[in-house]
């Protein structure tokens, strides 16, 4: 296993309106040459949240932070830096948490989701004991959750839709 030690690239995306908050591991290689939250092509991410929203599939960077703003949707991830071996989230070491404080008091917030069991994990082993607001974990929109249909992905995320 070879790892490199990644340093979170991205902001948050939020605004006062935001009422959940969806998060991440850390951004994958393909999310960091796009320079953009879930830039694998083949992860169904922003196909879900269209399909959940109304809004049309987001094709730039624009237009995905206006189908999370629009939502009430804010978008992060659990860790600020790790060491990890590509994309892959088994292999992730030394997990730094990022500082939920300013979007938590900045914002509606009412519900955690995050993307995926390790995203879960990392999320109540080093940031539930800071924010005290429980998470429930949803499948990994992944395209390594091959096992996950779309229509099995939106009847599971559409718990979303109870908060938004």
């Not at 902001?11 to 879930?38: A, C």
């Not at 992860?43 to 730039?60: A, E």
């Not at 994309?87 to 500082?99: A, H, L, Y």
Request: charge should be positive; include cysteine.
């Amino acid at each position: 296993m070879v790892t490199e030690t990644v340093v979170h690239p991205f902001k948050p995306v939020y605004n006062e309106n935001s009422k959940i908050i969806v998060l991440g591991t850390i951004p994958s290689v393909k999310s960091r040459e796009e320079n953009f939250y879930y830039g694998n092509p083949r992860n169904r991410f922003w196909k879900v949240l269209s399909c959940l929203t109304g809004h049309p599939l987001p094709l730039t960077v624009r237009d995905k932070k206006e189908l999370l703003l629009d939502g009430g949707i804010a978008l992060w991830d659990v860790l600020k830096s790790c060491d990890i071996d590509q994309s892959k989230d088994s292999s992730i070491i030394n997990p730094v948490p990022n500082d939920f404080s300013g979007i938590i008091n900045r914002t509606g917030i009412k519900a955690v989701f995050t993307n995926g069991k390790k995203a879960q994990e990392l999320y109540r082993k080093l940031c539930y004991p800071r924010t005290n607001l429980k998470s429930r974990c949803l499948p990994s929109t992944s395209p390594a959750n091959g096992g996950y249909s779309l229509e099995r992905l939106l009847s599971e995320w559409s718990v979303l839709l109870k908060y938004i």
